[in-house]
């Protein structure tokens, strides 16, 4: 009789499991294909991709800062994961895709879609989504309080400062400001006695710091002389932080 129980009180348990199990199976949503409205800003920070409407109508549109200053400019009809820009009898149709951290941009018909980018310009590649502590102001805030923190040689509190802005906003700094926030951090590990990780920070743009005088910025004179500022900055905190000042 105990036998017939259990089996009764089993077999009801799995035909319950079993009708109950596609209701939780049809709560789980399936990846969206669709890209929410907003902006993303281009890894690296030379771009921007925005999602929105316009009187009523989904649209798109890309900015894009290539090297020796030249640009990419797209706007156009937005729907679903494609975006379409035309002007006379040229159309660039370009897929939208999700992904965790952004929006991949892609051109389904790259040739035509040369006609909106300067030679030197491309807009492919990942798009972030926006990262709340990298906006403009927040990090203009950071790097005001850094400056006032390292002229009054609180270096340790310098450094607690900027060193979360490298950490988290690497990715969406566009590269000018970010070999300047290299500098700043670098110069400032100087102060605190760490070499090492003053030699690490300024390692992605060392080549810059190496460079001969008369050649940085002979590829992009449109961005000649804040390359050359930057080029003698990374310069003398490299020396700095290799306990070579008198170099």
């Given amino acids: 009789m105990r036998f017939r129980t259990a089996h009764w009180f089993c077999m009801t348990w799995i035909a319950q499991l079993l009708v109950a199990s596609p209701l939780v199976i049809a709560q789980v949503a399936e990846p969206t294909r669709i890209p929410a409205a907003g902006e993303y ?25 290539g090297a020796n200053a030249h640009t990419c400019q797209l706007e ?9 820009v035309s002007s006379g009898e040229l159309s660039c149709s370009i897929e939208f895709e999700v992904q965790p951290d952004g929006v991949d941009v892609r051109a389904r018909n790259a040739e035509a879609c040369r006609q909106w980018c300067g030679a030197r310009a491309w807009f492919e590649g990942r798009y972030l989504s926006p990262i709340p502590e990298c906006a403009a102001a927040k990090v203009k805030r950071a790097r005001d309080a850094f400056k006032s923190q390292y002229k009054q040689k609180r270096y340790g ?3 607690a400062t900027l060193a979360p802005v490298l950490a988290r906003c ?6 000018f400001e970010l070999m300047w926030v290299r500098n700043d951090l670098a110069v400032t ?3 605190l006695g760490e070499g090492a990780a003053c030699l690490e920070v300024l390692d992605p743009i060392r080549p810059l710091g190496e460079e001969p005088e008369t050649e940085v910025g002979s590829t992009e004179p449109a961005f000649a002389e804040e390359l050359k500022r930057l080029a003698r900055a990374t310069r003398t905190n490299l020396r700095l ?3 070579n000042p008198a170099q």
């Avoid at 800003?41 to 800062?65: D, H, K, R, Y």
């Avoid at 156009?76 to 379409?84: L, P, Y």
């Fill in 241 to 243: 932080c290799r306990g």
């Fill in 157 to 159: 509190e310098a450094r």
């Fill in 170 to 175: 690497k990715r969406v700094l566009d590269r």
């Fill in 41 to 65: 800003t281009l890894s690296g920070g030379m771009g921007t991709l925005q999602l929105g409407e316009t009187n009523g109508a989904p649209f798109f549109a890309i900015e894009v800062v």
């Fill in 76 to 84: 156009g009809a937005w729907e679903e994961d494609t975006g379409t």
């Fill in 189 to 191: 590990l100087h102060h």
